[in-house]
C-alpha cells in the first residue's frame, strides 16, 4: 500500500489536486483555473463536462512531474465536487449535453403533476408553492420538455462527482454524500426515492437513469487503463466514494456534532452543522446526507454568496483589478485590506444577498439600501460581505430554534476565510469565536479524511479529524461591534425582506 490520499476538489471556478499525509498536512497542491460557465441564453449556466474532465488529467500530470515520489505513494483517490449540477451520458459513457450547473435560473412552464394524495399532504402542510418551485426549476424537466431526443438518448443523469467518478472507473456510481440537487433523493433514509415517494412526485427521473449509490468511505471502483492513460495514476488504484464540496468543508474544518457550525464563505455561501438526527432547519429543506455515514448535514444557504465579490470585482473594482496584477497578487487582498476603513455597519448601507433567490424565497431580489453622498464603492463591499453575514446569521437562528442546541463556535472555510478582516466581521456578527484551520482547502482536507479513514489508518472519523484537523487561528468578538451588528439584524436587516416581497412579486411579473 502507498501512503498517500489523492483528493480531487472540483468546484465552481477551479479544479485542484491536493495530497495531504495522514497528520493533515498539505503537501501538494495543484490548481487548474476554468470560466464558471458560459450563458447560451440569458440566465443559464452551462459547462463542457470535459473542461472538468481535462483539468482533472492536467493536474494529476502536473503532480507526477513536480513530485514524482509523492505522486507514486498515492493509493486512494477522493472525489468531492460543487453540488446540484447534472451532466448527461450515454451508455458508453459519451457526453449527451452540456453541464447544467446550480446557478443556472431556466424553468419549465409548468410543474410536473402528482398523485391526489401527495397533492393533499403537501397543501395540508402549506408547501405546495415550494414544491411546485422545486419541480418548476429541476433541470432534468426542461430537458424532458425541450430536449426530448437528448433526454431518451440519456443513460445516467449525475452529479458531477459521478461523471467524475465514471472517468476514472468507468462504474456508473457516486457517493450518497454527494446527491445534493433536484433529484429524487430520499435524504432520510439515504436512498432513491420510491416511485410513490414525495421527491419522486415532485423530480420525475426515471430510477433506471440514477446511477448507483455508494456509502461514504466505500469504494466506487478502480482506476482503468484509459483514465490511467490520461492522469497518469496507477491502474487499479481505488477511487473511494466521497461527498460534496461542502460536506467535506464541514468535515474537514472538525465540524462533526451539533455545538459547531461550518461557514463556507466561497460562491454558494452556506452554513451547516453535523447531526445524528434528521431534521429540517427550514420546514420542507432537507438536512443533506453527511460525509459521516447515517449522519446529516442541515444547512441554510445564501445562493451565490461570496460569487458576488466576483460580480463586484467585475463592475466596481477595476481600480484594485489593475494594482493587483501590477503587484501579482490576487484583488480580493487589496480589497480586504480596505475593509476596517470603514466601520460596522457601513455608516448604514444595509445589503439584502439574494443575488440568487433561494427555495424558500423565490420572488427574492438582491437589495443595497441606505446610500447617501459619502458612500464609497469600499461602503458597497464591506456591506457586501455584512450582508451575507447577517443571512448566514438568520440561517443560524433556524438551526439553533429546530435542533434546540446553542451553537458554541463556528468555524470558517472557504475563498472569504482567508480574509482577517472577514473572519473578524463574522465573529462580530455572530457573537461567538470563530475559527480557521490550518489550512483553507477544507473540501480537500475532508476527503483526504474519508480517504484515510477507508484505508484504516484511522478507526473512526472522531480518530481522523483528531490527528487531521488543527486549529490555528482564533478570532474573538468585539462587545461594541457585536451590539452595533445586534441593533442592525433587530431593527433593519430582519424587515428588509418582508417590507420589500410585495415589490418583489411585481417584479417578477
Not at 428 to 449: C, H, M, W
Request: glycine share 8%.
Amino acid at each position: 500500500m502507498g501512503k498517500y490520499v489523492l483528493a480531487i476538489d472540483c468546484g465552481t471556478q477551479s479544479l485542484r489536486g491536493l495530497i495531504f499525509d495522514k497528520n493533515g498536512k498539505l503537501l501538494v497542491k495543484v490548481k487548474r483555473e476554468f470560466n464558471p460557465y458560459y450563458s447560451v441564453e440569458p440566465g443559464w449556466a452551462e459547462q463542457d463536462p470535459n473542461v472538468y474532465w481535462n483539468s482533472l488529467c492536467e493536474v494529476c500530470r502536473q503532480i507526477k512531474e513536480d513530485e514524482e515520489d509523492v505522486f507514486n505513494e498515492i493509493d486512494r483517490v477522493v472525489v468531492t465536487t460543487q453540488r446540484d449540477s447534472c451532466v448527461l451520458l450515454g451508455k458508453n459513457g459519451e457526453i449527451i449535453r452540456p453541464a447544467i450547473l446550480w446557478m443556472d435560473q431556466r424553468k419549465i412552464e409548468k410543474p410536473r403533476d402528482m398523485t391526489l394524495y401527495h397533492k393533499l399532504t403537501i397543501t395540508t402542510v402549506g408547501m405546495m408553492t415550494t414544491a411546485k418551485n422545486f419541480s418548476l426549476n429541476c433541470n432534468a424537466h426542461w430537458i424532458q420538455d425541450y430536449e426530448p431526443e437528448n433526454w431518451k438518448k440519456t443513460h445516467k443523469y449525475l452529479q458531477i462527482s459521478g461523471f467524475l467518478n465514471y472517468k476514472l472507473t468507468h462504474e456508473f456510481k457516486d457517493s450518497i454524500a454527494s446527491q445534493i440537487g433536484h433529484i429524487p433523493f430520499n435524504y432520510k433514509h439515504f436512498r432513491w426515492e420510491g416511485k410513490r415517494g414525495q421527491k419522486s412526485q415532485i423530480f420525475h427521473i426515471e430510477r433506471e437513469k440514477l446511477c448507483d449509490l455508494v456509502a461514504p468511505g466505500g469504494v466506487i471502483g478502480y482506476v482503468v487503463d484509459e483514465a490511467t492513460n490520461d492522469t497518469g495514476l496507477k491502474k487499479g488504484i481505488p477511487v473511494i466514494a466521497g461527498g460534496s464540496d461542502k460536506g467535506c468543508e464541514t468535515l474537514g474544518v472538525g465540524c462533526f456534532d451539533n455545538y459547531t457550525a461550518s461557514i463556507s464563505l466561497g460562491s454558494n455561501a452556506s452554513i451547516q452543522t453535523t447531526s445524528r438526527k434528521y431534521y429540517e432547519a427550514l420546514r420542507f429543506i432537507c438536512p443533506f446526507p453527511a460525509v459521516i455515514p447515517k449522519a446529516y448535514n442541515p444547512e441554510i444557504q445564501i445562493y451565490r454568496g461570496y460569487w458576488m465579490i466576483s460580480w463586484f470585482k467585475k463592475e466596481f473594482a477595476q481600480k484594485e483589478v489593475t494594482q493587483a496584477k501590477e503587484l501579482n497578487i490576487a484583488p480580493e487582498e487589496l480589497l480586504n485590506k480596505r475593509l476596517n476603513d470603514i466601520p460596522p455597519g457601513c455608516d448604514g448601507l444595509v445589503f439584502q444577498p439574494y443575488w440568487g433567490a433561494g427555495a424558500k424565497r423565490p420572488e427574492g431580489k438582491g437589495a443595497i439600501i441606505g446610500f447617501d453622498d459619502y458612500h464609497t464603492r469600499i461602503h458597497i463591499y464591506r456591506a457586501i460581505i455584512e450582508g451575507i453575514g447577517f443571512g448566514l446569521f438568520e440561517g443560524l437562528q433556524y438551526i439553533q430554534k429546530k435542533s434546540k442546541i446553542n451553537i458554541q463556535k463556528i468555524m470558517v472555510s472557504g475563498g472569504g476565510s482567508q480574509s482577517d478582516a472577514i473572519c473578524q466581521i463574522t465573529a462580530d456578527l455572530f457573537n461567538k469565536p470563530v475559527y480557521r484551520v490550518q489550512t483553507y482547502e477544507t473540501s480537500g482536507l475532508g476527503a483526504a479524511i474519508v480517504g484515510y479513514v477507508s484505508k484504516g489508518e484511522y478507526k473512526s472519523f472522531d480518530e481522523a479529524v483528531k490527528n487531521m484537523v488543527h486549529l490555528k487561528d482564533e478570532f474573538l468578538p468585539d462587545p461594541a461591534n457585536v451590539q452595533v451588528y445586534k441593533n442592525i439584524y433587530d431593527n433593519i436587516y430582519s424587515k428588509v425582506y418582508n417590507k420589500l416581497k410585495p415589490l418583489y412579486k411585481q417584479m417578477q411579473k
